[in-house]
């Protein structure tokens, strides 16, 4: 989940890794080192995405950047436009990710990964080959990218199954019921991380508002494995950082709809780091966790 925050240091086009130079977010990740990075912004795509390094435990990692923030950054028009093109860019198409893909994919996710596909792809196929795990992770956007992506690697890329993983967090659902039976023969080793909040006394749940869209009714199924986090409400806005984080939102986020407030990166790492986490939910209203 740090690395899936790191993708977002996007600051008016500038992406130099400086999260990892100046440890602002990274203290105590290990020895990790950007050795990638991809940018691509136009075509009606947004896509962000790192690639990173830990020679010591011999594990690669990429991560993909969710839709672009004017809260955090002066760029309300790329975000605007990126908010429009990707999530809102809902049909369903017919999976082109690699030859012999089946079922549908979201447009937009599709079409947003694919602007960078070849030459990611062709990276993680040398990083398999030098016998690194790859792990392919991101934040919101960035956690429907990275399944794309991990599915691509393996058949597409032809990269070994059991040396690709998947851990998303809170991202929308990317597919059909086809194409998420069709993922789960390729990347096993999935990992797909929504946060919820008690309602009615404990007795039923809500989830991460983007990890409900577009709507199961729609046709829109999560690849699976889904583990569900306890949102924490005092970290909505991350009024309490994790300790060696700086990062704080302005006051008015305690506004913020419930639903909406445990999105934020901050309810995912402290989840993570509490290990609250279940493997089933009850719902406060109709969803489809899977």
């Known amino acids: 989940m740090f690395m899936a925050w790191v993708a977002y240091d996007n600051v008016a086009g500038h992406f130099m890794g400086k999260s990892f130079t100046d440890g602002k977010r990274m203290r105590g990740c290990g020895s990790w080192k950007v050795?990638?990075?991809?940018?691509?912004?136009?075509?009606g795509a947004n896509t962000h995405a790192i690639v990173a390094v830990n020679e010591k435990s011999g594990v690669a990692i990429v991560t993909f950047r969710g839709t672009e923030s004017s809260f955090f950054q002066e760029r309300t028009e790329e975000a605007f436009h990126d908010w429009i093109n990707s999530n809102f860019h809902y049909k369903k198409e017919p999976c082109s990710l690699a030859s012999g893909c089946t079922g549908q994919v979201h447009g937009g996710f599709?079409?947003?990964?694919?602007?960078i596909a070849r030459n990611l792809e062709t990276q993680m196929k040398v990083l398999a080959d030098s016998g690194y795990q790859l792990i392919f992770a991101g934040h919101s956007k960035g956690g429907s990218l990275a399944p794309l992506s991990a599915y691509a690697a393996v058949a597409?890329?032809?990269?070994p199954s059991?040396?690709?993983?998947m851990f998303g967090f809170g991202g929308a659902r990317v597919g059909d019921k086809q194409f998420v039976s069709h993922y789960s023969n390729f990347v096993r080793n999935t990992y797909l991380f929504r946060t919820y909040f008690k309602q009615l006394a404990g007795l039923l749940h809500e989830t991460d508002i983007v990890s409900c869209v577009p709507l199961a009714m729609m046709g829109f199924h999560h690849v699976k494995q889904v583990k569900y986090i306890e949102c924490n409400s005092k970290y909505i806005g991350n009024p309490e950082p994790i300790p060696n984080l700086s990062f704080k939102l302005p006051d008015v986020a305690h506004l913020i709809p419930k639903s909406a407030g445990c999105h934020y990166h901050q309810a995912y790492m402290d989840g993570l780091l509490t290990e609250n986490i279940s493997d089933h939910i009850s719902f406060f209203r109709t969803d489809d966790e899977q």
């Open 35 to 43: 050795i990638n990075e991809f940018h691509y912004e136009r075509d």
């Open 110 to 115: 599709q079409h947003g990964y694919k602007v």
């Open 156 to 159: 597409n890329a032809k990269i």
């Open 162 to 165: 059991d040396m690709v993983s």
